[in-house]
Nanobody, 115 residues
């Protein structure tokens, strides 16, 4: 049974928007810093955005001003709103929960930015 369930990827034109969602259990969500990573073919997985359990956020320089990470504590869900998408944002996006003891990964969702 998947502990992190992602949704929201797809194909979008440059300049478009997508919102990714990642749902988990209340137990995991309440104790974890949540993050979104991405990986393109031949490249290392990189951190895109993260949000602590108290709501503090951080972003990769490449997405600042375009992406927004948020968490809905009532739904045990973290979101990544992606605006002004560029072809270089094309990657598999992975949700991550860092409990402080372990890292839990989602299955990944493909985001393709192309005209």
């Amino acid at each position: 049974q998947a502990q992190l369930v992602e949704s929201g990827g797809g194909l979008v034109q440059p300049g478009g928007s997508l919102r990714l969602s990642c749902r988990t259990s209340r137990m995991i969500f309440s104790i974890s810093a949540m993050g979104w990573f991405r990986q393109s073919p031949g490249l290392q997985r990189e951190l895109v955005a993260a949000i602590t359990s108290s709501g503090s956020t951080s972003y990769a320089d490449s997405v600042k001003g375009r992406f927004t990470i948020s968490r809905d504590n009532a739904k045990n869900t973290v979101y990544l709103q992606m605006n002004s998408l560029k072809p270089e944002d094309t990657a598999v996006y992975y949700c991550n929960a860092n409990t402080g003891v372990s890292n839990i990964w989602g299955q990944g969702t493909q985001v393709t930015v192309s005209s």
